[in-house]
């Protein structure tokens, strides 16, 4: 899924479920930065480590089983208790057993703004399950891709250009099928040489199946007293609308679209938006100018070209989401390991 469910999607379900508007928000920004989060070396914070917990990967390190291990599995792609053969086969199925487990584990934390991260990241994961079923984290077989078709005008069309350029790429994730299983709008079909059969899927109905099951389980088991909740059959065909007719290639546009659409359920609708650094930069200032841009670039900056970049804590940084964002991820990725850990092929 991308930043429509993500975050626009997840902020929706959260304010109509009945969480405060500013909860919502954190809950939703929580969500989105799962796929964001792409720090990994340490900062030197007022003279210390802060060592950040990776939670995405767009690189040739998806090659790499430690990133399947610490990234995939325990966000993106958790698997089901499924055995094949006596062992997990790691195949994320929608709505998945484990995924529900992590939302429960977050639902219990006291501290109420790291809860509301626990339950964003568990949420991004949750969702995963339906946008990427059928594949895994590992590099396995599962993952081979063949002969994508695009559902256009009335018919499916071969993408040839698409199928050349994505049966090269390794198969791990949906890696061979491009990001077509996260597109809200898309409705398409593969083959699978592994198992000798054809998906179909139209993603819109997989991603409105999703926002039922979240929205419950948002108002049953994360809410005490939920603040002027709105019934889910009143969101529930303005949802189903946006995730099929939003489908402007640029996210954007589209994310332009799920403001102007939804900017009623917030009381400030101009804060119903995503700012990747936003979080970051609230926690965070560099200790010298050298650094401003860094700030900005620090993700896809060589490591020999900045050594020991420095920063000064802001005020609250104890407190700030940002560094709470990342004690939530490393609370999940301890989770999920500690429960799949056994069946981790060597």
Known sequence: MQIDFHYYAIGVLARAAGFPEEEA?????????????TEEAPFIV?????VPVRTAHCSFK????????????????????????????????????????????AAKEMNERLRLCRIGVALHTLADTWAHQ?????????NDVETIKVFRGDRYRTLIGDNIYLDQLPQVGHAEAGHFPDQPYLRFKYRRPSYGDEIERANYDLFLEA??????????????????PVAWEEINSRLSDAFSTIADKDAERRSEQWQERFGDLFQQ?????????????EALEPAEPAFLEWDDLHDELHPTRVIKPRFRARE???????????????????????????????
Do not use: M
């Open 211 to 228: 926002a039922e099951h979240i929205y419950r389980r948002l108002q049953q088991d994360c809410l005490s007293e939920p603040l002027s």
């Open 134 to 142: 059928n594949f895994s984290g590992w590099w396995t077989p599962h």
């Open 316 to 346: 609250g940084f104890e407190d700030s989401w940002w560094l709470l964002f990342h004690r939530a991820a490393l609370r999940q990725q301890q989770y999920v390991l500690q429960q799949v850990a056994a069946q981790i092929p060597a």
């Open 62 to 105: 998806s090659y790499d089983p430690i990133t399947q291990k610490y990234v995939f599995i325990p966000f993106h792609f958790i698997p089901d208790r499924h055995y094949e053969d006596g062992r997990l086969d790691f195949v994320v199925r929608p709505n998945s057993g484990l995924a529900n487990e992590l939302l429960s584990e």
């Open 269 to 281: 609708p101009e804060k119903f938006a995503y700012e990747k650094l936003a979080w970051r930069r």
């Open 25 to 37: 928000l954190a809950l939703a920004y929580a969500s989105q930065y799962v796929d964001d989060a």
């Open 46 to 50: 007022d003279g210390g480590w802060v």
